[in-house]
């Protein structure tokens, strides 16, 4: 249950090994006082889902360069779905091409940091948009 | 009017904050010229591998491509060569770089996308497809696989008549910046060495122009590592290597003479320079100091340059051809063999046909209207270049030692260490970025809020079906026994240790894939797992 610290689970899908920019965000989210779990590289959106259910968390932040987004990101959104846990945020940055932002959001993806974004409006962005889901009502 | 907070200054330090005097002056220098610097040509080659540099030989303008099928990226290639390129370098899709056929569940999405999707020798006849491979060299970014993307190389060389001994290219196969940074792999990283280890052999024994393994510190540069840790971990990375082919059996002197280099090129631009004139001398006094090398092409470090994809800003496009032209520059200054000059839209996607064309033009403006190509290492002297070539030799020297304490590269990155120290350097800098200690042009500053945006290369969906298509049809076609038969032969070469190179070549030719070959490794040797480090 959640003791009022978000939770966040940071996931790299799709098989590229860009992680600089995901272990970056993953460091200023726990500078900021949330708890991270990072899943480390190339993970299929099943594990992903698995691993933010096991985990308990609030948020899953999906970082990806591969541009294989349009493929993996509905896909999660579809386990979330499956899984019964629509009330974990999910959201994303990397390379991702301006007409592509809106069907990915429009499929489920609260929101989308595109390069130049500063890890301040991240976190602020977290705060804002990801309460602990046991405090939820 | 909003004044902003603090006006934006000069850099008092470099990228990789080495602190920068005013000036620097005779004082600052304590060089011997014969010991230290020598002539272009002469041990220990800072100002250069050739006596004569560019005047003898231009740099190879190499620009790196590939997307889509083997068709896609054989067309790209025509339209390079006919634009007065002179070097061949193939990117592969990640399916291709992790060891996947396009039709594995994990390559959905993926396939073509961030290069070309190779996985049987169908696949590369296409590639190749009019290529003169007796004339043309090929550059193959590949690491994981490169064993297997060699012997289809091998095998098309093979089918044309051409004499192995005519073959010419390179295959990065440096799988321990892999580990550190860019991250593709396959098996862990002692039976990564073993699978090298097989290719020094082959290669000494059958391609006598093939560079097997193009040491590489770009991607732990682009990953956020200094320019003293890129410089140091890809030389710590060369001597496992040598030591790897010594404990081979190979005498130094027949292989290290085909080991290559591939740095990136930043954007601060005396660093840059520095760097790479503190590579050339420590690599000499490693093989010759360290490894006992006899010969002088053993003491050279030739290297290829990639300018910084990292650098390049999604804001205001067209500001990146700025950047390349500067880097390309000091990578001319530093002494580069070949060069790879980015596109302006790669924060994007794989470049335009129009961008592309404009990074190969910068290349050739810098070679044949600057005038900078007729003077071998023109900065050679200068107090302020010369002190921090020194400067950053010290704090490679330092890692290195660092390096060797904790048991060699193999075991660093075992313990994670590199890659500590690269995302530690990252973190710091992302840090001075939202400080505004750094400035980036259109992104912490001169931001400009509206933008054209600029046109991109996009993929085809269709293209992963048509390849998906392609390489269920070769496995359904070809002789099963023979491919079955030569898969069997690869996995007991495999598990008795012997060489795997000829069992991957006879495998290819009879069509067996790219995936097949490497599920005998994960099966052989166990599949890596990245302890995940933040």
Not at chain 2, 54 to 68: D, E, I, K, N, V
Not at chain 2, 166 to 188: C, S
Request: glycine fraction near 8%; charged fraction near 25%; hydrophobic fraction near 40%.
């Amino acid at each position: 249950m959640g003791n009022g610290k978000i939770r966040i689970l940071i996931a790299k899908p799709g098989l590229d090994g860009h992680d600089r920019g995901v272990k970056v965000v993953a460091r200023a989210l726990r500078d900021a006082g949330f708890e991270v779990i990072y899943t480390g590289l190339h993970q299929t959106p099943e594990m992903i889902v698995n691993s933010a259910i096991q985990e308990d968390v609030d948020a899953i932040g999906l970082s990806i360069l591969s541009g294989a987004h349009n493929a993996l990101f509905p896909r999660i959104i579809q386990l979330r779905r499956e899984r019964g846990a629509d009330d974990i945020v999910v959201f994303a940055g990397g390379i991702i091409p301006e007409e592509d932002i809106a069907p990915l959001r429009a499929a489920g993806i609260a929101e989308i940091f595109t390069p130049g974004t500063s890890l301040q409006q991240i976190v602020d962005w977290v705060r804002e948009h990801v309460t602990p889901r046991g405090v939820r009502t | 009017m909003v004044m902003p907070a603090r006006r934006p200054t000069v850099p008092t330090e470099t990228l990789s904050t080495v602190p920068l005097k005013v000036v620097y002056r005779a004082a600052d220098v304590d060089l011997d010229y014969r010991r230290d610097l020598g002539d272009p040509g002469e041990y220990p080659f800072t100002r250069g591998i050739h006596p004569d540099m560019y005047r003898g030989r231009l740099w190879t303008m190499r620009q790196f491509a590939g997307f889509g099928t083997a068709e896609d990226a054989n067309k790209r290639f025509h339209y390079l060569l006919a634009m007065g390129q002179t070097g061949l370098s193939v990117a592969f899709d990640m399916p291709t770089l992790m060891g996947y056929d396009s039709d594995h569940p994990r390559a959905l999405g993926e396939v073509g996308r961030e290069g070309v999707a190779i996985d049987s020798l169908a696949d590369m006849e296409i590639l190749l497809d009019g290529l003169p491979l007796d004339r043309v060299t090929t550059s193959m970014t590949i690491n994981a696989p490169a064993n297997v993307l060699l012997a289809l190389y091998v095998a098309v060389a093979d089918a044309r008549g051409i004499p192995r001994d005519q073959v010419g290219g390179t295959t990065q196969t440096d799988m321990l910046k892999e580990f550190i940074a860019q991250k593709e792999w396959i098996v862990p990283p002692r039976p990564s060495m073993k699978l090298i280890q097989d290719m020094l052999v082959f290669g000494a024994r059958e391609l006598p122009k093939w560079n097997i393994i193009s040491i590489s510190g770009y991607h732990m540069r682009e990953a956020g590592a200094t320019a003293a840790q890129e410089l140091a971990f890809t030389l710590a990375d060369g001597i496992a290597y040598v030591q790897a082919g010594i404990d081979a059996g190979l005498p130094v002197d027949e292989f290290a003479p085909r080991l290559s280099f591939f740095f990136d090129c930043h954007v601060d631009f005396f660093e840059e320079i520095a760097k790479f004139r503190a590579a050339r001398r420590m690599w000499a006094k490693i093989m010759r100091e360290r490894f006992g090398a006899q010969s002088p092409r053993s003491w050279w470090l030739r290297f290829h340059t990639q300018t910084a994809g990292v650098s390049l800003t999604a804001q205001q496009p067209l500001n990146n051809i700025a950047r390349v032209a500067l880097q390309a520059l000091a990578a001319v200054l530093g002494g580069t063999q070949s060069l790879h000059t980015n596109s302006m839209d790669e924060t994007y996607a794989l470049p335009t046909q129009e961008a592309v064309t404009v990074a190969l033009r910068t290349q050739q403006i810098i070679a044949h209207e600057t005038g900078v190509a007729g003077t071998a290492d023109p900065l050679g002297g200068s107090y302020f270049v010369e002190a921090l070539t020194t400067e950053i030799e010290r704090q490679a020297w330092e890692y290195i030692r660092r390096i060797d304490d904790l048991g060699g590269m193999v075991a660093a990155v075992e313990a994670g260490f590199p890659q500590r120290e690269i995302a530690e350097a990252s973190y710091r800098y992302q840090q001075q970025l939202e400080r505004r200690e750094k400035i980036i042009v259109g992104v912490n500053e001169f931001v400009q809020p509206e933008e054209q945006p600029i046109e991109i290369l996009r993929i085809s969906p269709e293209v992963e079906r048509r390849q998906v298509e392609r390489t269920r049809r070769v496995r359904a076609e070809r002789e099963q026994r023979a491919a079955a038969e030569a898969l069997a032969r690869l996995r007991e070469t495999a598990q008795s240790g012997g060489n795997t190179m000829d069992a991957i070549v006879d495998a290819v030719k009879t069509h067996v894939t790219l995936g097949e070959i490497c599920d005998v490794f994960r099966a052989v040797y166990g599949e890596y797992r990245e302890m995940a480090i933040i």
